[in-house]
């Protein structure tokens, strides 16, 4: 059984968290790698993961946007309360000049197309 079908058969809302960030042009390559060492750790074992994009805005291309998708809100609190986590991501923020974390519940969601 999968993360998402666990969270949905114990009626649980899905969560998206949401992080807009700045990253100076000059460190773009450093965030990217950073992520990418993040994204498939992240992906391969933590509990409650289910999906993550990385977008650059279209218009400014300093502003990036990370979103997450996890089974509940309590699995992604416990990964980002873990030691694992801080040391993780430490590389990635060292990238940021500016952070903005939202988290929020998903409540509908249109049918994903077979």
Do not use: K, N
């Amino acid at each position: 059984m999968t993360a998402r079908q666990r969270g949905e058969r114990a009626g649980g809302h899905r969560a998206r968290v949401v992080f807009l960030v700045r990253v100076p042009t000059d460190r773009t390559d450093d965030f990217l790698r950073a992520y990418e060492a993040v994204r498939h750790l992240v992906a391969d074992g933590v509990p409650g993961h289910l999906v993550d994009q990385v977008c650059r805005s279209a218009t400014d291309p300093e502003q990036w946007l990370i979103t997450s998708e996890w089974a509940s809100l309590a699995d992604f609190e416990a990964w980002e309360r873990s030691s694992e986590h801080r040391d993780l991501v430490r590389p990635m923020r060292e990238c940021f000049t500016d952070a903005r974390s939202l988290r929020f519940q998903v409540y509908a969601q249109t049918p994903v197309p077979a």
